[in-house]
């Protein structure tokens, strides 16, 4: 019996991911750049009035304890879920296969699971001045006391759509889809050369 293997999952940065620093770094490099990886993302729904079976679902599966509100979320390093809106959360693991794990356990009569992992590309931005870059696309207040850590955001660049989580103190992982992946990792990549930026 020959053992089937799924196909690796290629980067759309590829071409343009170019590992080093780069732009203004002879002081120092104070923006990180990376491409994450990871092995599932995806998007859970609940119906009107069922966004706490969902929650408890996502604890249950995941074991991660969303707060109660679109935008909160929660991140221990290994898997990671936010809010972004009313009854929508987006929820990543480093493993594939989670979108099985919530399969048996999101019932239709609670809400829906989207496997989004081939759909996203998953950058992350770190350094004294990812806010600083940042706020270079988006009209977000990247403040520590407004986007706190673990808390996710919803919005557009240029009509590129992205979710955003802050996943440590000066760390966010941008969400974006597949096909914008590489346009925007050059628009970034732009942004940061004022301060000098490293691609790992």
């Known amino acids: 019996m020959v053992e089937r293997q799924l196909p690796v999952r290629l ?35 609940a119906w009107p009035g069922e966004e706490k079976r969902l929650m408890s679902a996502i604890y249950k599966v995941a074991g991660l304890a969303l707060p109660d509100g679109a935008g909160g979320g929660v991140a221990n390093g290994v898997r990671a879920a936010f809010g972004f809106a009313s009854g929508k959360f987006t929820v990543v693991d480093e493993a594939e296969g989670l979108a099985a794990a919530f ?8 809400g829906t699971v989207t496997d989004l992992s081939h759909g996203r590309t998953a950058i992350r ?8 870059v940042l706020a270079k696309f988006f009209a977000i ?6 986007f706190p850590v ?10 590129v759509f992205a979710q955003i989580q802050r996943s440590g103190g000066d760390q966010f992982d941008i969400y974006v ?5 590489r346009s925007f990792w050059k628009a970034l990549c732009h942004a940061s050369e004022e301060v000098g930026y490293e691609v790992q």
Do not use: C, M
Not at 177 to 181: G, H, K, L, M, V
């Open 11 to 45: 980067s759309p940065l590829e071409p343009q991911y170019h590992p080093g620093s780069h732009g203004n770094f002879e002081q120092g490099v104070d923006v990180i750049l990376s491409e994450t990886r990871p092995g599932s993302i995806l998007q859970l729904a």
């Open 125 to 132: 931005i770190a350094g004294p001045k990812a806010e600083w």
């Open 177 to 181: 889809f597949r096909s914008f992946a």
């Open 103 to 110: 399969s048996g356990v999101v019932t239709p009569d609670v």
């Open 141 to 146: 207040d990247f403040a520590l006391t407004a």
């Open 150 to 159: 673990g808390a996710g955001r919803s919005t557009t660049h240029h009509d």
